[in-house]
C-alpha cells in the first residue's frame, strides 16, 4: 500500500487544520489506518487511528477532544482534523497502515508508512 499525507502547513495556535492520508491500493478499505507524528529530537507519538469500516477510532491522550479521525473508503481517504492548535502539536505527520490489527497504538503493528506533511502551530 502506497500512502501519501498530505494538508500540513503553518498555523497559529487555536487554529485548525486538516490532513489527508490517500492510499493507491484496491484494497484500502481493508486496512486500519493510524496517524503517528514525531517532532526533532523526540519519540515518535500516536495521535490517532481508525479501523477499516470507520466504526472504531482510537486517539492518543495528548490530542482526544481536539482532533477527529474519519475515512471515506470510496475516495481511498483517511482525514485527521486538527482543532485548537498547539505550539507542541508541532511535528511531522505521518500516516501507516495496517491489516491485521484493530485501531492501536502500537507503530509495530503497522506495515505500511507513507512520507510524512509538516505541521508547524505558531504562538
Known amino acids: 500500500v502506497q500512502l501519501q499525507a498530505s494538508g500540513g502547513g503553518l498555523v497559529q495556535a487555536g487554529g485548525s487544520l486538516r490532513l489527508s492520508c490517500t492510499a493507491s491500493e484496491r484494497t484500502f478499505s481493508s486496512y486500519t489506518i493510524g496517524w503517528f507524528r514525531q517532532a526533532p529530537g523526540k519519540d515518535r507519538e500516536f495521535v490517532a487511528a481508525i479501523s477499516y469500516t470507520g466504526g472504531t477510532a482510537s486517539y492518543g491522550d495528548s490530542v482526544k477532544g481536539r482532533f477527529t479521525i474519519s475515512r471515506d473508503n470510496a475516495k481511498k481517504t483517511v482525514f485527521l482534523r486538527m482543532n485548537t492548535l498547539k505550539p507542541e502539536d508541532t511535528a511531522i505527520y505521518y500516516c501507516?497502515?495496517?491489516?491485521?490489527?484493530?485501531?492501536?497504538?502500537?507503530?509495530?503493528?503497522?506495515?505500511?508508512w507513507g512520507r510524512g506533511t509538516q505541521v508547524t502551530v505558531s504562538s
Open positions: 501507516a497502515a495496517n491489516s491485521f490489527a484493530a485501531p492501536d497504538s502500537d507503530s509495530g503493528l503497522y506495515d505500511y
